[in-house]
Antibody, heavy 118, light 112 residues
Framework: QLQLQESGPGLVKPSETLSLTCSVS??????????WGWIRQPPGKGLEWIGS???????FYNPSLKSRVTVSVDTSKNQFSLEVTSVTAADTAVYYC??????????WGQGALVTVSS | QSALTQPRSVSGSPGQSVTISCTGT?????????VSWYQQHPGKAPKLIIH???QRPSGVSPRFSGSKSGNTASLTISGLQADDEGDYFC????????????FGGGTKLTVL
């Protein structure tokens, strides 16, 4: 059974870089024809797609975040990662990693709360 | 790209049916069949309940059904149960020249 698990600091200072990693078990990132993505949910609000990486290594981003976001993959560790630069309080959210095929997100991680505060 | 439009809340009594709408544009819901629905309970990750407009993943109750007409997708929950209470989100692929995914703002379902 596919499982995804987010990890990373729960507290980030304003203007610094948020970094999260998603560890994948039960499937190989570079073998399956799926997208591996990041979605976030500010407290009490809706879901926002951040960006995704295809098994081939191509990455895609939400235009509203594109200038600050990087999604990368480490196939040797079967992990993919998210970096968001120059964070503000508006980046405080639960961050989810997921496996998806276009708009269908079949498998999700449990989520990681990241708070931006000094 | 604007988020898909959902009603903020809907409600129904046990045993009744409710329908949640998700309105997009000709560039997302109206163009692609990659429309999905998610159920989320407090403190939990979203759970896929409908994909490809109307397909149910294995293990999802047949009380959940999805459809699409034009630029609007709909989720119908029949035979409401107390455990159906929670938040529901729609999602659509919206890429044309670039890969893009958009979510709806979410609908709070209350079982009276």
């Amino acid at each position: 059974q596919l499982q995804l698990q987010e990890s990373g600091p729960g507290l980030v200072k304003p203007s610094e870089t948020l970094s999260l990693t998603c560890s994948v078990s039960g499937d190989s990132i570079n073998r399956s024809s799926y997208y591996w993505g990041w979605i976030r949910q500010p407290p009490g609000k809706g879901l926002e797609w951040i960006g995704s990486i295809y098994y081939s290594g191509s990455s895609f981003y939400n235009p509203s975040l594109k200038s600050r976001v990087t999604v990368s993959v480490d196939t040797s560790k079967n992990q993919f990662s998210l970096e968001v630069t120059s964070v503000t309080a508006a980046d405080t959210a639960v961050y989810y990693c997921a496996r998806h095929f276009y708009g269908d997100f079949h498998f999700w991680g449990q989520g990681a709360l990241v708070t931006v505060s000094s | 790209q604007s988020a898909l439009t959902q009603p903020r809340s809907v409600s129904g009594s046990p045993g009744q049916s409710v329908t949640i709408s998700c309105t997009g544009t000709a560039g997302d819901v109206g163009r692609y069949d990659f429309v999905s629905w998610y159920q989320q309970h407090p403190g939990k990750a979203p759970k896929l309940i409908i994909h490809n407009v109307s397909q149910r993943p294995s293990g999802v109750s047949p009380r959940f059904s999805g459809s699409k007409s034009g630029n609007t997708a709909s989720l119908t929950i029949s035979g409401l149960q107390a455990d159906d209470e929670g938040d529901y989100f729609c999602c659509s692929y919206a890429g044309s020249y670039n890969f893009l995914v958009v979510f709806g703002g979410g609908t709070k379902l209350t079982v009276l």
